[in-house]
């Protein structure tokens, strides 16, 4: 039976997914499948199903996700072994497999009934409270948004390292070059 809710709190979850599905990605996960599980399950209304080539992979891409889902706090089991990484956000579970592993347990063949997602249809989901008041300068949305060149004038410089070891401590000052 599906839960109940409101069309705005699935939004959120399809954007939190889509957030997931870019970190997943980001650090190289092959065969990322989102199914639909609201008309079958009461656990979570979807999975992400994604794979690592080997276990180092897969605690990555969990710490990528778990990264950018930071306000969220997610459960976490399998890290350890890295062959099948479990992160369950409570309304959408996070499955990250080896490939040996995946093919073994299957669950697309599982749920094979419960609808894929496209990820351009995540991509497309509106944008939360939370991203709109992070854009205006914090929660309470006080702050104001700096234009791009207000921005450059006011972020530190990179700083160069000279290739002496006393001035590598130092700001390196550039002096313009003599042409000879």
Not at 6 to 21: E, N
Not at 119 to 129: D, F, I, V
Request: with cysteine.
């Amino acid at each position: 039976m599906p839960r109940k809710q409101g069309p705005a709190t699935d939004r959120a979850i399809r954007h939190q997914l889509h957030h997931a599905l870019h970190a997943a990605e980001a650090k190289l996960a092959s065969g990322t499948v989102v199914l639909d599980m609201r008309a079958f399950n009461s656990i979570a209304d979807y999975f992400l199903i994604c794979q690592g080539s080997n276990p180092r992979q897969t605690q990555s891409i969990a710490e990528a996700i778990e990264m950018a889902l930071a306000p969220r706090h997610g459960l976490r089991e399998g890290f350890t072994r890295g062959e099948w990484i479990v992160l369950d956000y409570m309304d959408f579970v996070v499955h990250i497999f080896t490939e040996k592993t995946r093919n073994f347990y299957g669950l697309e063949r599982l749920w094979r009934q419960a609808p894929q997602i496209a990820a351009a249809s995540l991509e497309s989901a509106p944008r939360t409270q939370a991203d709109h008041s992070k854009d205006r300068g914090g929660a309470s949305g006080r702050g104001k948004k700096k234009s791009a060149a207000a921005a450059s004038k006011s972020a530190p410089r990179p700083r160069r390292a000279a290739s002496g070891s006393s001035q590598s401590r130092s700001r390196a000052v550039k002096k313009p070059r003599r042409k000879p």
